[in-house]
């Protein structure tokens, strides 16, 4: 049985959820992880390099090309085969803006994402101090 994910630090969500292939049928469908999405975006959209994507959503530089790998062939088979792709799920934390956490590294005690809002994982357990 492989060990838990641990999860990958998002930004912010996306504003889309999805594209369609227009003029067409819909003939199937592939989902794309937010996290692949984030990986999309620091690379192919701000021009960043793999070691600084990496350390931003808070995983070694192999790990995050791995998440890239997979999520170029999800974004490539939608696009040649003319699937719905859609934009969900995955293993990941989102950061909350303004908390100090985040690219300049006060988090988790990695370089990364602070303790913003975890998908996939369970709150803790606030107790009263008044007991």
Not at 47 to 76: K, P
Request: hydrophobic share 30%.
């Amino acid at each position: 049985m492989p060990r838990p994910k641990r999860p990958r630090c998002i930004l912010s969500d996306p504003m889309i959820k999805g594209f369609r292939p227009e003029g067409m049928e819909q003939r199937g469908e592939v989902t794309l992880s937010l996290e692949e999405f984030e990986a999309i975006r620091h690379i192919d959209y701000e021009g960043l390099d793999q070691s600084q994507a990496a350390e931003i959503m808070a995983v070694s530089r192999q790990t995050f090309g791995r998440i890239l790998r997979s999520a170029r062939f999800n974004l490539s088979k939608a696009l040649v085969n003319g699937f719905r792709l859609k934009v969900e799920g995955g293993c990941y934390t989102l950061q909350d803006n303004g908390q100090g956490h985040g690219r300049h590294g006060h988090g988790w005690g990695r370089k990364g994402c602070g303790m913003g809002r975890s998908r996939n994982s369970i709150e803790p357990i606030k107790e009263d101090k008044n007991e």
